[in-house]
């Protein structure tokens, strides 16, 4: 089977130059941009937000939408998010790697769209290659007047800047972008006010976009809405991109249609369970999604809405497969290390709950878990997510405590009898 | 004028102001959502989590922080809700998982936020059973605050502290997550003038002072709230003792003084009065020393030599210099001592370091510090305010960055402020006079400062930027100033309870209650109380010192002032001292000035005695007593009204509170002043004049003409530097001395001069240079200081071990002669 591949059709035809000026330009490349240039703002906004463009960045807001919520006052910037950080996900370092161009012409049309003359690319600090290449193809884009002053020969400025995050997850959170971009702690803002369409860089307007979702801009221009709508599904447009790890034969990037069900995805499209092992659960949307099993989520559409009613999400597109030698608990364990390591520290329940959930996790692994453990770990859990339900609340700043919680429920919620044969055996059944 | 919005708070309905803060609202009527990081001076952050409350919105329920969250019309709370009492619980066991249950060792233990609220609103018990996060326990991050990382909650109160409100950001996050840590800079201290307001507002005890570390429990101390006397601003403080020691300052938030800040040195400058030093008995010099005697044996003997000096000189031959250390009755005590008793009008408050008394007590229309927050624009051509008042200079910060007004900072000299100026102008001592003609001017590179000025309103701090300056200075800027737009003027001096001493007549030119003691028909009033008043000229204390040391003047009486310390010329100082036939000294120490007395009397300190003290505003504010004085001190009144008796003209004052009454009657300003009136309860104390038509003393001073300032400019004398001598937070003053937390962070002596000065004279950093004044040559240790310009160099005043070079403008600069080995 085979699907229309739009982000990734340069790269796989040209592998070895996709990156270039040249080979972006002789496969059709700024022609798009050069049409946005004679575009009003309300025009590019209006066929965005026709397109059903969805931000790719994980919470898969409208792109048009965001872009129309921007305060008037001026100056305007874009930010592009390149903190690609969720475990598991790895599509955007493709998109930089091997085809920045075609980030950078979407930048040029999100820029006109926002009235934008300054723009920034936040890439993560263990992405030396994929940030080298952009550079490179921005140092070609100014060099042909595509970018800098008086662009395309009109009288637009646009400058773009390439900036390498410091190792932090949290980056990744808007706002916690924008304090890392104005040199300060990368620690999320109160929202409210912090929106940054109203208050971001510098407290000015702010559109804050991700990779994948820019890259998606010269090509909705090229084919037009309809036939950009027509890749996807109704409700989700468009091609995904999606990251396989774990335990499938054939773990990658793939740019997908939504719309196929999980079993086509990780039987068909990854190849199948590595030695064929039984698949005992997988993580459909990054670290911070709710796990799905093969009992209940084989045979769900991969839609954001389906998702969404089975509680979880797409997220960034990371899909983790996970085998019957998992244990669920040390897995669990892993996620939540991987959280309470990158909590920012800042308010208290993710700061403190999440780092108690990793030491409860571990105890239990290591045999020492007492029957009172399955039940505070809800209930630590609840005091971050009060409730627990999908979506979750918060009772932190920004999402990153919340998301520690799902690999909690998702255990206690499948596999509340491997949780209780760690306690009562004293140790892992697996091991 | 803010919209009020209903919203419903628990189920009562209120009426707040729109948009502000639910905790903050629901506060003020009577509902107190728990909170750690919220702090209502501070720009709030939610990350403690505390405060969390539900709120109704069209979109459902929503947990959320309600110190962040503004107030809107038909806003519904629920501040114990059963969710939210979950969520307070979780946060407290969250927060209670690493915290060190250390408190019966911990300061903070028995006043600690977290254990009230634990208690109020926390689990009864944790489920934490693994191991607390550890840290190095208390580090040293200054010299006077202890941090310790392990009971610290995180919540940024001291960081966002230090960085949005004393405007030094010394200590920060470092690390994150869990391992999240308030620390300093490496190799850089947290040596902020105000470090010891971090203390006061830890809501756990993660910051300890060194001052107070394991000196009491909370609920061994008393307290009563009082009035600062380290500088003229009048911070409201409370004043712990426990048995019969004070052991801590902490500020008290009143909006129109510090707003609950205090600078260290009003922090920690408690310890001088329970110094082993204080002064416990009466003294009298025997053959060159002191011997300890009573007071009636020291009395007797004052009596007897101010007695025969007067019947043989007139008490015109005696001379009175203090005051500005003690209560508005002492002060009044002192002026009526010297006008009635002695029969002298040589009385002055002010050390030849002030500005002319009139200018002081009667510049009009003065304004108040609060009138900084409404300001378009700032003219503060005054000390340093870093240095010589910190809470004035919290209140310009403040004003500045929250309340947008634009700062014009003219000194000498780098200050603390020009990071927040909109223009600075720096000049040469003795060129002021020229750099306000040009300024008044408005030509070329002045137009833009002329135009920031000239939008109102207008507040000037006019002071004395150091004292080699001529006071006449101050008055013509303050002239210049008052031709501002909607302007007012808020003169500065520093000296505690200066303001007051001069509201009580304590200076040549004055009578009690801002009268000019040139104005007959009030004379005439105040005759009718106080009985005759001499009508000799009157001198003021360099006149004084002058007077004494020709003979002019033969006897001398000092109450709590130590000239030779602080008159900026030491030698006329002790030149006259020493000449003095007699001097007797009402002090709490020995000072370098009263060890030449041939009587020293026992005083009470603050802490130790009641009164009112008025500050820069004309505020009058009430301090209180919480221990007793140590030995036999006595308050300043009580001493002066013995005197009296023993010289047969009886002041009769029957106590303080009395004084006060008098003081009421006599001094026009001070009409309905009482101490009913100052009593602490949510006061800001009580401004006077109420209005102008009480206010006497109108002081006018002359408007900037070119001519006349140019006429005034002074060079220093070819080959020498222009001196500029300026005053330090931190010195060798007498309090200081006794206050050993903070004698030792006096900068110490050096000699700052600019680069190429320093280059020309071939010195180097840190390489000792000889600098030789009209009355001294010493060796100071050289510091390089671009923000000064060429040829002028910077000695701070005062400091320890460190000779005096006089106040002369000129100064000869060379390097110091090698010493041979």
Redesign the interface.
């Known amino acids: 089977m085979s699907h229309a591949q739009v982000l990734f059709a340069r790269m796989a035809e040209h592998p070895t130059d996709s990156h270039t000026l040249v080979m972006y330009e002789a496969t059709g490349g700024y022609v798009q941009a050069r049409r946005a240039m004679d575009m009003t703002r309300d025009e590019i906004v209006e066929l965005v937000k026709t397109s059903g463009l969805l931000g790719r960045g994980g919470a898969a807001f409208s792109a048009g939408l965001k872009w129309s919520f921007l305060a008037p006052a001026r100056p305007a910037y874009l930010v592009v998010n390149g903190d690609e950080s969720e475990p598991g996900t790895f599509k955007d370092r493709q998109l930089l790697e091997r085809d920045p161009h075609q980030m950078i012409e979407g930048i040029i049309i999100a820029s006109v769209a926002n009235e934008v003359r300054e723009a920034f690319i936040y890439i993560r600090g263990e992405y030396p290659k994929p940030a080298r290449r952009v550079q490179q193809a921005i140092d070609e884009a100014y060099a042909a007047g595509y970018l800098g002053k008086g662009i395309f020969g009109t009288d637009y400025d646009l400058d773009v800047t390439v900036h390498l995050g410091g190792g932090a997850y949290i980056c990744g959170e808007e706002t916690a972008l924008i304090n890392s971009l104005e040199g300060k702690r990368g620690e999320p803002r109160l929202k409210p006010p912090y929106f940054p369409a109203a208050k971001g860089l510098y407290m000015m307007p702010t559109i804050v976009n991700n990779v994948e979702t820019v890259s998606n801009l010269p090509h909705i221009f090229e084919m037009g809405t309809d036939d950009y709508r027509a890749l996807g599904h109704a409700t989700d447009t468009g091609t995904f991109l999606f990251s396989v790890s774990g335990h499938v034969k054939e773990p990658g990037n793939y740019e997908l249609p939504h719309g196929i069900t999980w079993r086509e995805l990780i039987f068909d499209v990854a190849g199948g369970m590595r030695e064929d092992r039984g698949l005992k659960a997988w993580i459909p949307g990054g670290a911070s999604a709710p796990w799905f099993v093969p009992e209940h989520h084989l045979d769900l559409e991969i839609t954001k809405e389906a998702t969404g009613a089975a509680g979880s999400m797409l997220g960034s597109g990371a899909v983790v497969v996970m085998d019957e030698t998992t244990c669920v608990v040390k897995a669990a364990e892993r996620v939540v290390r991987f959280f309470s390591h990158e909590s920012c520290g800042q308010c208290t329940p993710c700061r403190e709950g999440t780092t108690w959930l990793e030491m409860i996790l571990r105890r239990i692994e290591a045999g020492s878990g007492r029957p009172i453990d399955a039940e505070l770990l809800l209930d630590v859990s609840d005091n971050i997510s009060p409730g627990l339900t999908w979506p979750p609340k918060q009772t932190t700043i920004c999402p990153l405590g919340p998301s520690a919680v799902s690999p909690i429920t998702s255990v206690a919620k499948y596999f509340a009898d491997e949780l209780r044969q760690h306690i009562v055996q004293g140790g892992c059944p697996l091991d | 004028m803010t919209d009020l919005v209903k919203i419903t708070v628990d189920g009562r309905e209120i009426e707040v102001p729109a948009g502000e803060l639910v905790i903050k609202a629901a506060q003020d009527h009577g509902t107190y959502i728990p909170r750690f990081c919220w702090h209502p001076r501070m720009k709030?952050?939610?990350?403690?989590?505390?405060c969390?409350v539900e709120i109704e919105t069209p979109r459902g329920t929503?947990?959320t922080t309600s110190c962040?969250t503004p107030a809107s019309a038909g806003m519904v709370v629920h501040t114990a809700s059963e969710?939210t009492k979950?969520?307070q619980a979780?946060?407290l066991?969250?927060?209670l998982?690493?915290h060190p249950l250390d408190c019966p060792v911990c300061d903070k233990g028995g006043e600690c936020p977290l254990q009230d609220q634990t208690m109020a609103y926390g689990p009864g018990e944790s489920?934490?059973?693994?191991e607390k996060r550890h840290f190095e326990k208390p580090i040293p991050i200054s010299d006077l605050v202890f941090l310790d990382r392990e009971r610290c909650?995180?919540c940024?109160r001291c960081t966002r502290f230090a960085d949005e409100i004393a405007g030094d950001p010394l200590i920060e996050?470092k690390?994150?997550?869990?391992?999240?840590q308030v620390q300093t800079f490496p190799d850089l201290p947290f040596s902020s003038y105000f470090s010891g307001n971090t203390v006061q507002i830890c809501p756990v005890g993660a910051l300890t002072a060194s001052a107070y570390r394991f000196k009491a429990r909370p609920w061994d101390l008393r307290r009563v709230e009082s009035s600062c006397s380290h500088c003229t601003v009048g911070c409201s403080i409370a004043v712990e003792a426990s048995r019969n020691d004070v052991l801590r300052f902490n500020g008290v938030d009143n909006d129109a003084t510090n707003q609950g800040w205090l600078s260290d040195k009003c922090r920690f400058g408690f310890e001088f009065i329970g110094s082993e030093n204080r002064l416990r008995t009466p003294l009298i010099k025997v053959d060159g020393e002191f011997q300890e005697t009573t007071w009636a044996d020291a009395l007797d003997l004052v009596a007897e030599r101010l007695g025969s000096i007067i019947e043989e000189h007139g008490g015109e031959a005696v001379g009175g210099i203090g005051g500005a250390r003690s209560t508005n009755e002492d002060a009044y005590a002192f002026g009526k001592f010297m006008r009635t008793v002695v029969g002298s009008n040589h009385l002055d408050a002010q050390l030849d370091d002030g500005l002319d008394a009139r200018f002081l007590a009667g510049v009009s229309p003065r304004a108040k510090i609060g009138d900084l927050d409404h300001a378009a624009a700032i003219l503060l051509w005054a000390p340093d305010l870093k240095e010589e008042s910190g809470s004035l200079y919290l209140r310009v910060r403040h004003a500045v960055q929250e309340g947008g007004a634009k700062l014009v900072v003219i000194h000498p000299r780098r200050t603390g402020l020009d990071d927040r100026a909109t223009h600075k102008l720096t000049y040469r001592p003795g060129q002021g006079f020229g750099l306000l003609a040009d300024l008044a001017g408005g030509e070329g590179d002045y137009a833009a400062v002329l135009e920031t000025l000239s939008h109102g309103p207008v507040v000037a701090i006019v002071g004395r930027t150091g004292l080699t300056e001529a006071p006449e200075l101050a008055e013509a800027v303050a002239g210049f100033a008052l031709g501002l737009p909607d302007a007012t003027v808020l003169p500065f001096a520093r000296r505690s309870n200066v303001f007051g001493a001069l509201d009580m007549g304590v200076a040549p030119s004055l009578l009690p209650g801002r009268v000019a003691a040139d104005d007959a028909e009030a004379m005439a009033q105040l005759e009718a109380v106080w009985g005759p008043i001499p009508t000799h000229e009157a001198r003021d204390t360099l006149g004084i010192l002058e007077g004494l040391a020709v003979g002019d003047l033969k006897a001398l009486i000092l109450l709590g002032a130590d000239p030779v310390r602080d008159v900026p010329d030491a030698t006329v100082a002790r030149r006259g001292i020493e000449a003095a036939e007699f001097v007797v000294a009402i002090d709490l120490f020995l000072t370098d000035t009263n060890q030449l007395a041939d009587v020293v009397l026992p005083a009470e300190a603050f802490g130790e005695k009641e009164g009112t003290v008025t500050n820069l505003e004309g505020r009058v504010q009430k301090v209180n007593r919480i221990v007793t004085g140590p030995g036999q001190s006595q308050a300043d009144w009580a001493i002066l009204d013995d005197i009296s008796r023993r010289l047969s003209k009886p002041l009769a004052f029957a106590s303080a509170e009395a004084i006060c009454k008098e003081i009421a009657d006599v001094a026009p300003a001070y009409a309905g002043m009482t101490w009913e009136l100052l009593e602490w309860d949510e006061k800001e104390g009580a401004v006077v004049p109420y209005g102008e038509a009480v206010q006497p003393l109108i002081h006018h001073p002359a408007a900037a003409d070119r001519k006349a300032l140019e006429a005034m400019s002074r060079q220093p004398s070819s080959g020498a530097f222009a001196l500029h001598l300026a005053r330090t937070l931190y010195d060798d003053g007498v309090l200081m001395r006794n206050s050993l937390s903070l004698h030792a962070l006096a900068p110490g002596a050096a000699v700052h001069l600019h680069p190429e000065d320093a280059g020309r004279l071939g010195v180097t950093e840190g390489a000792l240079v000889e600098v030789k004044s009209v009355d001294a040559s010493i060796r100071l240790p050289a510091v390089l200081d671009s923000s000064l310009l060429t040829g002028v160099v910077y000695v701070p005043f005062n400091q320890p071990w460190t000779p005096s070079l006089g106040a002369a403008l000129s100064v000869v600069v060379a390097a110091g002669k090698e010493v041979s080995a």
């Open positions: 709030e952050v939610g990350m403690c989590r505390m969390l929503i947990l962040t969710t979950k969520a979780g946060i066991e969250f927060l998982i690493n489920r934490f059973v693994e909650i995180l940024a996050f690390d994150r997550g869990n391992h999240t």
